[in-house]
């Protein structure tokens, strides 16, 4: 397995949001996070790409070979859009941006700051960032957000062609990508506010 997770217990400002919780994905497979607002999806997204660490349990598998795209688009206003990817690729030790110029159509724009560009150029921009770390594991909250319907398919075909290589992606996503996914409901690993009565997490404080 390029992923797994085991008996995961997270906290979102310093209060149990999720317990319990146990999943597994392996090279090809995708695996899409579900649940309402709150839920605790980009917690734990936030968990997996190591940005914030757990309250128990255990993550394995994926180490440093995690790309994480979450609501923010990891970009610099100030470079080019070509010079963005270039940057992205030097620290993941690559240099070809080609891919992620064509995968989202982003050549015209290569030369254009990117803080001048639109809302989705932006997206796209963060997206294509996956492209070129060579990353296995793709880790995604809401990445469709800003998106119009044809980078959403620009979007779905590099995922296709990331799981067909072997990667593995783990998202939180409303959208039907029209791709070969698992969903995990995580509703049920919800901590009730009973639950919680007491709870402290000082690494969050």
């Given at each position: 397995m390029l992923l797994r997770v085991q008996n995961l217990t997270l906290a979102r400002g310093g209060l149990p949001v999720i317990a319990g919780l146990s999943f597994a994905v392996g090279p090809g497979q995708a695996l899409i996070l579900r649940g309402p607002n709150g839920a605790g999806k980009t917690t734990l997204?936030?968990?997996i790409a190591g940005l914030q660490p757990p309250l128990a349990g255990d993550i394995s598998g994926a180490a440093e070979r995690i790309a994480y795209a979450?609501?923010?688009?990891?970009?610099?206003?100030?470079l080019s859009v070509s010079e963005n990817l270039r940057f992205w690729a030097q620290v993941f030790g690559g240099s070809d941006i080609a891919e992620a110029l064509d995968a989202y159509a982003l050549h015209p724009l290569a030369d254009r700051l990117a803080g001048t560009l639109s809302a989705g150029q932006k997206r796209r921009l963060g997206l294509a960032r996956l492209l070129v770390t060579g990353c296995p594991v793709w880790v995604l909250d809401e990445p469709t957000v800003?998106?119009?319907k044809e980078a959403v398919a620009m979007f779905a075909e590099a995922m296709r062609h990331h799981l067909q290589a072997g990667g593995t992606a783990l998202m939180a996503t409303h959208i039907d990508l029209g791709i070969e996914a698992e969903v995990l409901d995580i509703s049920p690993f919800r901590v009730t506010a009973g639950q919680r009565a007491g709870a402290s997490d000082e690494a969050f404080l």
């Open positions: 997204l936030r968990c979450g609501h923010a688009d990891g970009i610099k206003a100030m800003s998106l119009d």
